[in-house]
């Protein structure tokens, strides 16, 4: 970041996707932290830990803010809308060309199990996350079905 008025350094922001519980100093950690002299072990033990409780190897988005004095801190989020439409429908990938094609089915059940998880996440009402959640599953082929 820029230095403003020969100000110190500002924090550098670094966001990764990192499976849960499975963080260690192999890309993509260890690069991207280490070229901005943060220990990756150091980060990968506490992610590690504070991902415990979640599924392993579920993708989690982390923010990564690093102080001028290399210190560190982080936030985690919910996995991508995208992860987990595929999984309630039980595909890997979505339609090469969404509303043409099929690429498999969900229930609205579904659609708000999934807005309620990515409520963590935003601040919309559940109306509203219902709305992009099943936005998400259109641009994937996704049929929402009853």
Do not use: W
């Not at 943060?38 to 599924?55: S, W, Y």
């Amino acid at each position: 970041m820029s230095k403003a008025g020969g100000k110190a350094a500002a924090t550098t922001v670094v966001k990764l996707i990192v499976p849960a519980g499975k963080a260690s100093a192999q890309p993509p950690v260890g690069p991207a932290l280490g070229a901005k002299g943060v220990k990756a072990m150091d980060f990968a033990k506490e992610f590690n830990a504070r991902t415990a409780h979640i599924e392993p190897g579920l993708l989690t988005p982390t923010v990564v803010r690093i102080q001028p004095d290399r210190t560190f801190s982080f936030t985690t989020h919910t996995p991508p809308t995208s992860l987990l439409l595929k999984r309630a429908a039980g595909i890997t990938t979505g339609a090469r060309k969404p509303g043409a094609e099929i690429s498999g089915t969900v229930s609205i059940k579904h659609i708000y199990e999934i807005a309620k998880i990515k409520l963590k996440d935003i601040d919309v009402s559940e109306k509203e996350m219902c709305k992009i959640v099943a936005g998400s599953a259109r641009s994937l082929g996704i049929k929402i079905v009853r």
